[in-house]
């Protein structure tokens, strides 16, 4: 790989106080003919079981750019889950943006869900908003 320099760059902090753990990743990667960007970031609190995940990622090519971006957060104090999902596709010729949230608490067993996608390309135009 003469021509794909690669950076990496990985953070990792521990704090033992309340069992709390810090843990940050980010990951470049930079190719001649198609340049690719990762950012990753993961965080996780053991306080009081509650965890929270957030991942980041950016890829860029030159003939089908692509972007995605991952948000998810998880919390276990009272059994009670979010998740956030972002995803963003971009092509030259066909663009596709999708967007998609999900809550889900088990407090009271009620499941809250929403997905919103949207799909645009030359000709089309497609937009879903699903409840459930």
Known sequence: M???PVIAIAMVVSTENTKAIIAITMVVTTMSTEPVIATSMIVSTMVAEPVIAIVMVVAT????????????????SD?????VAMAVTTVSDESIIVVAMVVTTMNNESVIAIAMVVST????????????
């Not at 090519?61 to 276990?76: F, N, Q």
């Not at 059994?79 to 998740?83: F, R, Y």
């Not at 390309?121 to 459930?132: C, D, G, H, P, V």
């Open 61 to 76: 090519m030159r003939p089908k750019p692509v972007i995605g971006v991952a948000m998810v957060v998880t919390t276990v």
């Open 79 to 83: 059994e009670s889950i979010i998740v």
């Open 2 to 4: 003469s021509n794909g």
């Open 121 to 132: 390309k030359n000709t089309e135009a497609i937009l879903l908003l699903l409840w459930s």
